[in-house]
């Protein structure tokens, strides 16, 4: 029995700060996706949707959301939040479905509508929640985080304010032709030094913005699939894993790690483990990648995924990005769709929008950003709380 | 000084002891392991069913693990105590008894650029902010000067 399932569409909005309510986004997406599939509403028997936690009610039902929006037809739902990682988290729960014989075809829809400048946590006075707590007690935000890595890198690799700036003009070109990002402008070192420090080492432009968008994708049985497309693109693993105890790297919204002091660190850290849950599922390994859509959060947290998904020994990145192995035409090209540097982060929509554009690639249908001969790609994310996400899509 | 009552900004998570302040966590009876903040409900550690927790004060000293700061005034419920923001400077620091990383602020006037990884420091209490009747404290992490050691 086969335990793939195929990418028969895909569909995205374009990001940018559009100001309107999500669920029109999710709804174009869609239709995107459907078109693309060949499809119609009507052939959908289960929508799983990416939860937004920043536009009220409907978005923590983003299931019924949608299906509501395309027209209430009967269609089984779900609803998945699981921070960045909740587009991943909602094509995992179809792709059960799916393997589990309950429908062959679903729709998974994520659309955010954000607001300006630093994310914050949701309303009211909540003592019990880390993520209220870390704001009040330390006033740390989503980027003093990300600008606690990437110290460590400079610090343990000697990594350089210029190779974070790199990272930034290489997904700055290679977004420069992506009609679905919100920029699309080259970008030079001197402008990424230039721009204000945020979160020292962490420039305003080392740091990906806040953004509206949406992406669909229309899920199926390869069965199902082979009706409608002579060489679908699938889905060879889906990995979901959360950490192991203990968790000895300091991560979002959290005071502390866990304490290493009764039980020895696992043998892989938690972002080590997302990948390595894809390849192990996939039974691959990172030199079978033609490409990989990684998420850049900040400049060098794309430089630490490079080693995460074990494109190189850890300490290894910035050679491996400077060698222009990670740029389009490179070895293994990463972020061809420009990343979240030019797209900035729609939560429910980005794991998904990483597939969108994988399944692109492996179609040959990236345009000017195409990664010629692309057959393997793997997605990797995480959200906060503990949440991996990581697609491997081939064709 | 101000005549304002010093309380914690937030409770149970460290003594307030003006010479030795610490911060509270917990050690599992069962299985020794540490956790900060406090455990209450059942050990962390996957291996380990441990209802019972021993109070411990966490290391008062520990090296940088890495460290940033704030150039932008954090949104709320960060509360802001100048006007205009003044930045401030986060440390992650490691403890070694207890095997763990803590965030905290540095204390005012850290220049960030006489830290690395591996500078020591410890912990004292400061006002997080005020409001008519009170001054809200929380822990900082302070470089220990030379001379100190």
Not at chain 1, 194 to 219: H, W
Not at chain 1, 288 to 299: F, G, I, M, R
Not at chain 2, 33 to 52: V, W
């Amino acid at each position: 029995m086969t335990r793939e399932v195929a990418v028969l569409g895909v569909g995205m909005h374009p990001w940018g700060k559009w100001g309107r309510n999500f669920v029109e986004y999710g709804v174009e997406a869609a239709q995107a996706a459907l078109a693309d599939a060949g499809l119609e509403w009507r052939d959908i028997e289960f929508v799983a949707g990416a939860d937004t936690i920043r536009n009220g009610y409907p978005g923590f039902i983003a299931g019924a959301t949608f299906s509501q929006a395309l027209g209430w037809k009967g269609n089984r739902v779900a609803s998945c939040y699981a921070a960045c990682a909740s587009g991943a988290q909602a094509l995992n729960v179809a792709r059960a479905q799916i393997l589990a014989g309950f429908c062959d075809v679903a729709l998974v829809v994520g659309a955010d509508t954000t607001p300006k400048g630093f994310f914050a946590p949701v309303g009211g006075e909540r003592h019990d929640d880390p993520d209220w707590l870390r704001f009040r007690l330390l006033g740390a935000t989503n980027p003093t985080y990300f600008a606690l890595y990437a110290r460590r890198r400079m610090e343990l690799y000697g990594a350089t304010s210029e190779d974070f700036a790199k990272v930034k003009v290489k997904n700055a070109r290679h977004g420069l032709a992506n009609p679905y990002a919100r920029y699309r402008k080259e970008v030079t070192i001197e402008e990424v030094l230039a721009s204000p420090v945020v979160a020292d080492p962490l420039r305003l432009l080392d740091i990906c913005a806040t953004s509206d968008g949406a992406a669909a994708v229309v899920l199926t049985s390869v069965e199902f699939a082979r009706r409608h497309t002579t060489n679908p693109v699938t889905v060879a693993a889906i990995s979901t894993v959360t950490p192991t105890y203990p968790q000895t790297i300091i991560e979002m919204p959290n005071f502390s790690t866990d304490s290493a002091a009764a039980v020895a660190p696992p043998e892989r850290s938690f972002r080590d483990a997302i990948a390595f849950a894809a390849y192990e599922e996939a039974g691959i390994g990172p030199d079978d990648l033609d490409l990989a859509e990684v998420y850049d959060l900040s400049t060098a947290l794309e430089l630490d995924w490079y080693e995460n998904i074990g494109l190189c020994k850890e300490g290894e990145a910035e050679r491996l990005l400077n060698d222009g192995d990670t740029s389009l035409g490179g070895r293994v090209p990463v972020n061809p769709s420009g990343g979240l540097a030019c797209f900035g982060e729609a939560i429910p929509a980005q794991a998904l929008a990483q597939v969108c554009e994988i399944t692109w690639q492996l179609r040959g249908q990236a345009g000017d950003r195409q990664v010629e001969g692309a057959r393997v790609g793997l997605t990797v994310n995480q959200g906060l709380f503990g949440h991996g996400s990581s697609v491997i899509l081939k064709r | 000084m101000s005549d304002k009552t010093r309380v914690p900004a937030v409770e149970g998570w460290f003594t307030t002891d003006p010479d030795r302040p610490a911060l509270i966590g917990t050690r599992c009876t069962t299985c020794g392991t540490y956790s900060f903040p406090r455990e209450t409900s059942i050990c962390k550690n996957p291996a380990c069913t441990g209802r019972e927790f021993d109070e411990v004060e966490l290391s008062r000293r520990g090296v940088i693990w890495s460290y940033t700061n704030a150039c932008y005034q954090p949104p709320p419920p960060y509360v802001p105590t100048t006007d205009p923001f003044e930045p401030f400077a986060i440390a992650a620091v490691e403890l070694a008894e207890e095997k763990m990383v803590v965030l905290g602020q540095l204390v005012p006037g850290v220049d960030i650029g006489d830290l690395s990884v591996g500078t020591e420091v410890e912990l004292v209490l400061d006002t997080l902010f005020e409001d008519d009747e009170h001054e809200y404290l929380v822990w900082k992490w302070r470089p220990v000067s030379e001379g100190a050691r």
